[in-house]
């Protein structure tokens, strides 16, 4: 019997295939192994972590989201209480709060309440007009450099943001830009006029 041609030899040409696969399936695993440690290594590379303007800034809106849809508790204390109010607040901030009458703006103080910020407590304060739109002003301490005035729009809400001597401002409201802008002057104005 004459041996089988080496052309013929199915044995050899299965081995062939098979470690043609295995050396395939390898790459394959390696590529996507190398894919996802450097994906894992540059997660955060594309974006960048929230900076502290944006940390305040959300805060703050998620607040005046939450309080100002509120009908019997949008506060803790009334502005009826305005003098207890600015106190207790300024103390639990350890800074002095100059809060602004805003009446000429036809913005009515409805009171403020202490919320949870960043790096410890903030104050917030409500205002409402006659027709029942409502403005908030959030106080929070940050080590962050003073900045001019921003603007933020979200959703239904936009506000103006500012850093002055340690305490970040943000004025937080309808998203009519014109009306908001008003009342963050206002308001900066009269914060700004109380400081030594």
Do not use: C, N
Not at 24 to 46: E, N
Not at 150 to 177: I, M, T
């Amino acid at each position: 019997m004459e041996p089988v041609p080496a052309r013929f030899d199915l044995d050899k040409l299965a081995r062939g295939a098979r470690s043609w696969r295995a050396v395939a399936a390898a790459a394959v695993i390696g590529a996507f192994l190398v894919g996802g440690v450097v994906g894992w290594m540059a997660r955060g590379a594309s974006a960048a972590a929230p900076s502290r303007f944006d940390l305040f800034t959300a805060q703050a809106l998620d607040a005046h989201q939450v309080y100002v849809v509120e009908v019997r508790h949008p506060v803790e204390v009334t502005g009826a209480e305005r003098e207890h109010l600015v106190q207790w607040l300024s103390k639990r901030l350890d800074h002095e709060l100059r809060v602004p009458d805003l009446e000429a703006s036809g913005l009515k103080l409805v009171g403020g309440r202490l919320l949870p910020g960043p790096s410890g407590p903030a104050a917030f304060f409500m205002y409402e007009g006659s027709s029942g739109e409502r403005f908030t002003l959030y106080y929070a301490p940050t080590d962050s450099p003073a900045t001019a005035m921003r603007y933020r729009a979200a959703d239904r809400f936009a506000a103006f943001y500012w850093v002055e001597q340690g305490l970040a401002y943000v004025v937080s409201g309808p998203v009519d830009r014109e009306r908001l802008l008003r009342v963050a002057q206002a308001a900066y104005e009269q914060i700004d006029k109380g400081k030594p």
